[in-house]
């Protein structure tokens, strides 16, 4: 497995894990004391496949996003995702690469400034099946249970203002201007 923990001295940097692309077993992050933590720009996979599952741990950092993790494009079956204790963590959308129904435990906790839970990941673990293992509690406001980050994915984004109200045909291009002004070309 791989464990990384730094001071305040390592200002965010892990000398030699630069060139680092995949992790084969379970990544604990825990203990670090730095704001950002950028030392693996070019790890892109974690886990082996389906061949033995894996657990990401994240807990008692202060880390404010997961930046870091936002060039994974291939993970394993994740026995458990737990993040706790991060009491800086503000966004965890970087985590939206993992698929969610290669997960099988979830647990958000103690994250004091984290209220945006509603992520692809979280919102497609909720939905795909509730009966799995799921623990989420003393995080911000919006993200204290999973019947609140439900509410929040339940929420649909407004409709794009750009999109034009008349109907197009095959070949047709149309495209919002201002107000009711359209560009249409055929």
């Keep these: 497995f791989t464990f990384i923990q730094m001071d305040e001295s390592a200002e965010g940097n892990l000398i030699g894990f630069e ?11 825990t203990g670090n004391k730095v704001k950002t933590f950028f030392s693996m720009p070019n790890l892109m996979k974690i886990g082996q496949g389906n061949i033995a599952p894996f657990q990401i741990f ?4 202060n880390f404010e996003t997961f930046d870091f993790y936002s060039n994974i494009n291939s993970t394993g079956r994740v026995s458990g995702l737990w993040i706790a204790n991060n009491s800086n963590l503000v966004d965890i959308s970087a985590l939206d690469n993992i698929v969610a129904d290669s997960i099988n435990d979830l647990r958000l906790s103690n994250n004091l400034n984290l209220s945006t839970c509603h992520t692809k990941l979280i919102c497609d673990y909720l939905e795909l099946d ?7 509690f003393d995080n911000a406001e919006g993200c204290n249970s999973s019947e609140e980050v439900l509410e929040q994915c339940a929420i649909k984004p407004p409709e794009d203002p750009t999109l034009c109200p008349i109907a197009s045909r095959p070949g047709m291009q149309i495209d919002r201007l201002e107000n009711d002004k359209y560009n249409i070309m055929y």
């Design 58 to 61: 994240i807990s008692g950092n």
């Design 130 to 136: 509730p009966s799995r293992p799921t623990m989420i």
């Design 19 to 29: 060139e680092l692309e995949e992790i084969g077993n379970n990544i604990i992050i």
